[in-house]
């Protein structure tokens, strides 16, 4: 059983910046693609940004040019990066995984909430 450990949320102000991290259990995360999702009140979860086992990306259009994602696979742990954050991004931010050959994300962490001030 995989299991997903968020970590790094926090208040901000508008304008500045965090990185979250989302550490992994089991031996074959480097075959997964990772997606970090967030939900703000009301609202439905939305995929933010993704990173395949090859390393390509994907990014909400709302996030573009603002936040980045990686991964480290000798650490079993995918980041993201969030970069001139506004009061819009505030939302819980969900890492999820997804096996090799499946078509969903099957593994979800807890979630870290994020919360930027303006």
């Known amino acids: 059983q995989v299991q997903l450990v968020e970590s790094g949320g926090g208040l901000v102000q508008a304008g500045g910046s965090l990185r979250l991290s989302c550490a992994a259990s089991?031996?074959?995360?480097?075959?997964?693609?990772m997606g970090w999702f967030r939900q703000a009140p009301g609202k439905q979860r939305e995929l933010v940004a993704a990173?395949?086992?090859?390393?390509?990306?994907n990014y909400a259009d709302s996030v573009k040019g603002r936040f980045t994602i990686s991964r480290d696979n000798a650490k079993n742990t995918v980041y993201l990066q969030m970069n001139s954050l506004k009061s819009e991004d505030t939302a819980v931010y969900y890492c999820?995984?997804?096996?090799?050959?499946?078509?969903?994300?099957?593994?979800w962490g807890q979630g870290t909430q994020v919360t930027v001030s303006s």
């Open positions: 999820a995984l997804r096996p090799s050959g499946r078509a969903t994300y099957g593994y």
């Open positions: 089991g031996r074959a995360f480097s075959t997964y693609t």
């Open positions: 990173i395949t086992s090859g390393d390509s990306t």
